[in-house]
């Protein structure tokens, strides 16, 4: 929508539709049930919202979204608007029905190691350390044994986890959990990097101390960022820019950017300042009518 | 197991017969109680430096044990004998494992007060039921003119080639089975079948087949074992987290690196859940099997001091086959924990 005439989008989304068909879908979801197919080949979500069991239907219809190299872009959207299939669509895990989905200009056709991923449920490997973490993507472009080691080192120092090499998943906090996952993605070097709702499982505090570190991380590497959230204070703070989607079918309702670039650098505390609070405001009234019109048809869905 | 195996001086002394059970399970019990907690810091803030669990296996050094072949069978098992520099290092632990190796016999010396008294107060018929303290003696003699000895190899011999075998062939066919879902699901009725059918009703059909020698035996072993590790790999395959394979996939990885790397670790736990059932299925098997045909092995023993009346000697050789079995099923566990310990102390 808002195209940025400026750069050259690194990221480009062009009249993308996902549409989960019937079939499919059940077929789907007893497979998953059963056995590996469905979470290997798909998404690792049901497919079909609660709400129409019976029905196939449109997660996207008509994604346009242009990303700029190096830009932090936060897309918001109520719950079952389909911005996790947007990222899957762009992490190569899920094909489009329509339109296409731009990378370098290129379009997708699989998943790569040129973007990295961190998942809500950071997805560590619970039988390695978190150097071992680290070191799984290095494995995978085949970095030798030593760089490998080194490499990990370094981006565990990267995210603040010097000293926490040698520990197990289960010996970490939530938080470290998830630096330790971030480390991972950024290790191998991806020029872009997804983030599927990453903090969503935290604790408000510690969810504000990796949003700043997220930032400083940003910063210091110059990747390109799509950050998936619900939350809207998240996306305010983090972003450059925030998507607003539309509820079902999930479509770009606004791009809104945040001009709040030289206040991050000044404020003390950002969130209580009248611009945060504005843009807040702005996303929130964006999104407040999705959500009704989301339970209306919720609702209705269940009515019928 | 060695490092491990050096606290039991300090246990048997209040637990004897189970000197391999025990001490594995109170060295890796020991970290819930003493280690830094999974949530050092919910503020998240890194420690610069980092706060070491503590190891949770004491320091074997100036403890020696001495490997007696008959003590891994005996209920008198492992002696050993205590460094005298090393006793104050140890004092503190002393008390802690006494006090454990205290709850942990209490149920059996219970038991077994109660075995010996029972028939000396008349309360069962001492004929049927001896005292336990016959029966100690009957396995004593027993142990002295070689018989318990060449029995137990016997069955020893038995159950772990068809246990070995059966972890050989069904794991290997089991993660087969689980990753290709066409070959899951054509088999499966038959898995169904041959699960839910009682391996011991197929005993007489293994003796019709292959004759009442080792080969009928260690075949009816290698079945009953069979099933528990294919079925648990199976699932152990099919269950992988989900989100593992999603990251694995977005990483590109190939099918057999994302075998090597993603799926096999991550299915040892269940495999291993498996491998326990059928330690103790090779031994519950075997011992029925060499009931029916067999001139050697403990089943044999048993049986045929029933026949001869030899009633504390018949209960000499079920003691043998409990506690055979208790230190099997302690070694698989030694082996899981060693395996899996990347896992929560509490299962998830």
Redesign the interface.
């Known amino acids: 929508m808002t195209e940025d005439t400026t750069r050259p989008a690194k990221i480009l989304f062009e009249g993308v539709r996902k549409d989960f068909p019937v079939r499919d879908a059940a077929l789907a979801r007893r497979?998953g049930r059963?056995?590996?197919?469905r979470?290997?080949a798909g998404?690792?979500r049901p497919p079909v919202p609660r709400a129409h069991p019976a029905a196939g239907f449109t997660a996207l219809d008509g994604v346009d979204l242009a990303i700029p190299a190096g830009e932090f872009t936060v897309v918001v959207g109520p719950s079952g608007c389909g911005k996790s299939t947007l990222l899957d669509l762009l992490?190569?895990?899920t094909r489009p029905t329509g339109g296409r989905i731009l990378l370098d200009g290129r379009p997708v056709t699989?998943?790569?190691?040129d973007?990295g991923?961190v998942?809500q449920?950071?997805?560590l490997?619970?039988?390695?350390t978190a150097q071992g973490n680290v070191e799984?993507?290095l494995?995978?472009i085949g970095v030798p044994r030593r760089e490998r080691a080194d490499r990990a080192r370094a981006y565990l120092d990267l995210v603040?986890?010097?000293?926490?090499e040698?520990?197990?998943?289960?010996?970490?906090?939530?938080?470290?959990r998830q630096r330790v996952a971030i480390a991972r993605s950024l290790a191998?070097d991806p020029d872009v990097l997804l983030m599927d709702e990453p903090f969503a499982a935290l604790?408000a505090?510690?969810r504000e101390?990796?949003q700043d570190e997220l930032l400083r991380i940003w910063r210091r590497t110059g990747k390109t960022i799509l950050f998936i959230t619900h939350g809207i204070e998240e996306a305010v703070y983090l972003g450059q820019r925030v998507a607003v989607m539309t509820s079902r079918p999930g479509r770009i309702k606004r791009v809104v950017p945040i001009g709040l670039g030289e206040q991050r650098a000044t404020a003390d505390d950002l969130r209580s300042s009248p611009e945060f609070a504005r843009y807040r405001h702005e996303i929130w009234s964006l999104l407040h009518d999705e959500v009704s019109r989301a339970q209306q048809e919720e609702k209705e869905g269940v009515a019928v | 197991m060695s490092p491990v195996s050096a606290t039991s001086p300090l246990s048997t002394g209040k637990a004897p017969g189970k000197a391999t059970g025990k001490p594995t399970r109170k060295a890796t019990g020991k970290p819930p109680g003493t280690a830094v907690g999974p949530e050092p810091a919910e503020r998240d803030v890194p420690a610069p430096g980092p706060v070491r669990q503590p190891d949770p296996v004491p320091d074997p050094g100036p403890v020696s044990v001495q490997k007696d072949p008959e003590a891994a069978e005996g209920p008198e098992a492992a002696t050993g004998r205590l460094a005298p520099g090393a006793a104050a290092r140890f004092a503190g632990a002393a008390v802690s494992l006494l006090y454990r190796g205290f709850t942990r016999s209490v149920a059996v010396t219970a038991l077994l007060a109660v075995w010996e008294a029972a028939p000396r107060l008349g309360l069962v018929d001492a004929t049927f039921l001896p005292p336990f303290s016959e029966v100690a003696l009957a396995w004593w003699e027993l142990a002295l003119d070689g018989q318990l000895a060449d029995n137990t190899a016997a069955s020893l011999t038995r159950s772990l080639s068809g246990f070995g075998l059966a972890v050989l062939a069904a794991v290997p066919l089991g993660l087969l089975i689980g990753w290709y879902r066409p070959l899951a699901e054509l088999l499966n009725p038959l898995l169904e079948v041959f699960r839910n059918t009682a391996a011991l009703a197929l005993l007489p059909v293994f003796v019709l087949l292959l004759g009442i020698g080792e080969t009928s035996k260690i075949s009816i072993v290698f079945y009953a074992c069979a099933w528990p590790i294919l079925l648990n790999t199976i699932s152990a395959v099919r269950t992988v987290d989900p989100t593992l394979l999603r990251l694995a996939r977005s990483m590109d990885l190939s099918a057999p690196r994302l075998f090597q790397k993603v799926i096999l670790p991550a299915s040892v736990p269940t495999v291993f859940t498996g491998i326990r059932l059928a330690g103790a299925v090779s031994i519950l098997v075997l011992v029925a099997a060499e009931m029916i045909g067999a001139k050697a092995g403990l089943g044999y023993l048993i049986n045929a001091s029933q026949y001869n009346f030899a009633i504390p000697q018949m209960y000499a050789g079920i003691v043998t086959i409990s506690v055979i079995g208790v230190v099997f099923n302690g070694l698989l566990v030694a082996l899981e924990r060693r395996l899996t310990s990347w896992r929560l102390p509490p299962t998830h």
């Open positions: 497979r059963r056995g590996l197919r979470p290997l998404t690792g992490a190569g895990l699989g998943p790569g190691l973007r991923i998942f449920q950071y997805a490997l619970p039988w390695r799984f993507g494995e995978a603040g986890l010097t000293g926490f040698d520990r197990h998943p289960h010996e970490l906090s939530g938080g470290m191998y604790d505090q510690t101390s990796l």
